[in-house]
T-cell receptor, first 114, second 114 residues
Framework: DQQVKQNSPSLSVQEGRISILNCDYT??????FLWYKKYPAEGPTFLIS?????DKNEDGRFTVFLNKSAKHLSLHIVPSQPGDSAVYFC?????????????FGRGTQLTVWP | DAGVTQSPTHLIKTRGQQVTLRCSPI?????VSWYQQVLGQGPQFIFQ???????GRGNFPDRFSARQFPNYSSELNVNALLLGDSALYLC?????????????FGEGSRLTVL
């Protein structure tokens, strides 16, 4: 039962353009959302997060948008750079759940080409 | 500052054997979580330990066990290995506070079961 879904396994974007990665969730108890980036042979690296009391959080080139009514969030990368090429995981934390437990999507492979 | 360190990085076992994986959290972090990542999927929660006590357990059989030591390092043990246990095993640490639920991951231990 996949409670966090990333329906696009891959995304290809030209350098300088915007990358938009999407994520949907089903559990209404999720109240904190995170994006991780993963390079081959490395562990996931935390990128940006958002609490359910907000609808937007920005950090440099990265912005996460949350639409609670649609149970949807997205990560925008502007401008995209070749070094952004990696697998991006959407993750969620549930209210009342153990703090070390995150629910991950299957990931989206982002490729940024020159 | 040292991040989360895991050992060994790679190992090969045969069916029926037992394996022990080790993790040292970021200095000051008291919470350690273990995740299993099978190829093509996102990380799946196995355990969380905080202050040496198990605080959460995912949907994994009793062949999986873990413990946390007084210095907050942790071991994950898997008995009676099956082919399906082949995966990347990730350890993550956090300070356990609710201010942020970000987890910081190590590079993982790649287990291959033959």
């Amino acid at each position: 039962d996949q409670q966090v879904k990333q329906n696009s396994p891959s995304l290809s974007v030209q350098e300088g353009r915007i990358s938009i990665l999407n994520c949907d969730y089903t559990n209404s108890m999720f109240d904190y959302f995170l994006w991780y980036k993963k390079y081959p042979a490395e562990g996931p690296t935390f990128l940006i997060s958002i609490s359910s009391i907000k609808d937007k959080n920005e950090d440099g080139r990265f912005t996460v948008f949350l639409n609670k009514s649609a149970k949807h969030l997205s990560l925008h990368i502007v401008p995209s750079q070749p070094g952004d090429s990696a697998v991006y995981f959407c993750a969620a934390s549930a209210r009342g759940s153990t703090l070390g437990r995150l629910y991950f999507g299957r990931g989206t492979q982002l490729t940024v080409w020159p | 500052d040292a991040g989360v360190t895991q050992s060994p990085t790679h190992l090969i076992k045969t069916r029926g054997q037992q394996v022990t994986l080790r993790c040292s959290p970021i200095s000051g972090h008291k919470s350690v979580s273990w995740y299993q990542q099978v190829l093509g999927q996102g990380p799946q929660f196995i355990f969380q330990y905080y202050e040496k006590e198990e605080r959460g357990r995912g949907n994994f059989p009793d062949r999986f066990s873990a413990r946390q030591f007084p210095n907050y390092s942790s071991e994950l043990n898997v008995n009676a290995l099956l082919l399906g246990d082949s995966a990347l095993y990730l350890c993550a640490s956090s300070d356990g506070g609710r201010a942020g639920r970000e987890l910081f991951f190590g590079e993982g231990s790649r287990l291959t079961v033959l």
